[in-house]
Every structure is written in structure tokens, then in C-alpha cells.
């Protein structure tokens, strides 16, 4: 009994932590003309910093700053992008960005200034990776789209399930359970 809860254990740890790994980049999509929130958690450095100081760049250019009370909006992002001011001070400088254009499909990176050694820095927390779509209406379902929706195997990740599988029948067959 105790070794099939093990076996149970180590089957649901295999499904988590592809889930839980951690992603140098967010890949984030939205429609034309829509608004869209990119991303920036820095709570776990608040601690150490006072003022928070908040950049979003694509390659050298500033798209957003906001320092304290002050902000800078870059030239093609004017009146459409800002980080509230409120959720920066509780560690969150996700980058609220409307009127998505097609030119706006860039990678964006989030960097907060922090004091490290008496100076101060530039730290990189997140970098999102924005696709624009084109709005359009869903295309209407037909009998036969609806009937092939429906087959197979909706997995997210094929190999978890197969490993799953394999370490039931090996568990059983060895333990005779």
C-alpha cells in the first residue's frame, strides 16, 4: 500500500513540473486594435528596493519609465501604454499597452533599477515575446471539423502520459498490486 502511494506521488510530481518550470519569456498574443497587459512580477525583490523604478524596452528604445511619479512614454507608445502606479509600489509592473498596431509585435523586456554595491543598476526581470493578430470572426464549425474535434487524445504533453502509464504497469507488474 505504501509503495502505491509513492507510485502515485511521483506520477503527479512527473505532470506538474513541466508546468512549474520557469520561462525567460512570456509569449503573449493579441488583436488589433485591443488592449493587452504584459507581464512584470517583481515582488520578490521589493523588499530591497524603496522607490520602485520601472523600464519596458524593445531592443534600445524606451517604450515606458515611470520612476516614483514621473513616467516617460516612448514616441510610437505615446498615450497607450502605462504601469500603474499603484500596483508598482506592491511589486507588479506589468506594462498595460491599448490599441495594439501590427508594428507593436516586438519583444518586450521588463528591468527594474535596483541598488546592488552602492550603485545603482539596471536588473532584467521579464521579457514578453508579443504576436498581433488580425481581428476576425471565428469561421462557422462545420459537421465534419466538429466530428474530427472530438477524436483522439486531448493531452497537453504526450510523454507525461506515456511516462504515466509505463510506471503503472512496471509498478504492477513488479509489485503484483
Request: glycine content about 6%; charged content about 20%.
Amino acid at each position: 500500500m505504501m509503495m502505491k502511494k509513492i507510485f502515485l506521488q511521483l506520477s503527479l510530481i512527473w505532470a506538474i513540473i513541466p508546468t512549474v518550470s520557469a520561462q525567460p519569456q512570456i509569449n503573449i498574443s493579441a488583436k488589433v486594435g485591443s488592449s493587452v497587459l504584459l507581464p512584470c512580477d517583481f515582488s520578490s525583490k521589493l523588499s530591497s528596493i524603496q522607490k520602485p523604478h520601472i523600464e519596458w524596452i524593445i531592443s534600445s528604445e524606451i517604450v515606458f519609465e515611470r520612476g516614483g511619479n514621473e513616467s516617460f512614454q516612448g514616441y510610437s507608445y505615446e498615450d497607450r501604454v502605462d504601469v500603474p502606479e499603484d500596483k508598482l509600489s506592491h511589486g507588479d509592473g506589468s506594462l498595460v499597452l491599448k490599441d495594439v498596431r501590427h508594428a507593436d509585435e516586438r519583444i518586450y523586456k521588463c528591468k527594474l533599477k535596483m541598488k546592488t554595491g552602492g550603485q545603482k543598476k539596471w536588473v532584467f526581470i521579464q521579457g514578453v515575446s508579443l504576436s498581433v493578430e488580425e481581428f476576425s470572426a471565428p469561421p462557422e464549425p462545420t459537421k465534419e471539423s466538429l466530428h474530427w474535434r472530438n477524436a483522439g487524445v486531448n493531452c497537453p504533453s504526450p510523454w507525461i502520459l506515456a511516462l504515466c502509464l509505463l510506471s503503472y504497469f512496471l509498478f504492477h507488474r513488479t509489485f503484483g498490486c
